[in-house]
């Protein structure tokens, strides 16, 4: 078995600052993923992240940065925090896409509220 | 269209009714999950399919690629099955997950 955990959970901001959500896994898995969920919506993809320094863009990557910094760790950056903006963000894991198996795993998620 | 759409967006039932939720992608998949989503915002992973059925108590699952389909069955509802469901799907050639838009059950007593 494993975690996922995410820090922190909740994060208030101001509008245009700069904010870093940080997520670990230790499932030693090799794909990362990092998801925003607007209230009473569906899940939307930002960054992922294949293995170690790789970066991939998701549907929604304007306006955020992401760094995997080592296999266990991926973070994500909100470039300049929109005022009113309120959502959560979900950090997830993947053992190994190139053998087919792309089971997902989430962490308990990141509470962003922007004043 | 979508990729992955996810039906109906909401349902109520009857303590111990069935029903069935069901995801249509618009292109081939290779595998599909279903979550539950508590009112904490937890995703509880129901099941992962790559291809055929499967079962775990009162709730059931299929996948089929080909016919680009995907469903999950409540047997018996429960009010702790309250809560939203979605479905997401790996698309081949890329590492993308794309989840349906979610749907929402409420299990009355």
């Known amino acids: 078995g494993g975690i996922i955990t995410q820090t922190p959970k909740f994060l208030i901001g101001q509008e245009g600052q700069k904010l870093t959500l940080k997520c670990q896994q230790n499932?030693?898995?090799?794909?990362m993923y990092w998801y925003r969920q607007d209230s009473g919506k569906g899940l939307r993809l930002i960054y992922y992240s294949i293995t170690e320094n790789d970066l991939q863009k998701g549907d929604l990557s304007e306006g955020y940065d992401a760094s995997r910094e080592k296999k266990s760790s991926f973070s994500l950056t909100v470039t300049s925090a929109q005022k009113n903006e309120m959502a959560v963000f979900l950090c997830a894991s993947s053992r190994d896409w190139g053998n087919n198996y792309a089971e997902q795993f989430f962490g308990p998620g990141t509470r962003l509220t922007v004043l | 269209g979508m990729p992955v759409e996810q039906n109906p967006p909401a349902l109520s039932l009857y303590e111990g009714a069935d029903s069935g939720l069901r995801c249509n992608f618009s292109?081939?998949?290779?595998?599909v999950q279903w979550f539950q989503q508590n009112h904490r915002g937890r995703l509880i992973t129901l099941f992962y399919?790559?291809?055929g059925t499967k079962e775990n108590g009162r709730l059931k699952s299929t996948f089929n690629s080909k016919e680009r389909y995907s469903t999950l069955h409540i047997k018996d509802a429960q009010l702790e099955d309250s809560g939203t469901y979605f479905c997401a799907a790996a698309n081949y050639g890329n590492e993308k997950i794309t989840f349906g838009a979610g749907t929402k059950l409420t299990i009355k007593p």
């Open positions: 399919l790559a291809q």
């Open positions: 499932f030693n898995h090799d794909t």
């Open positions: 292109t081939t998949m290779k595998s």
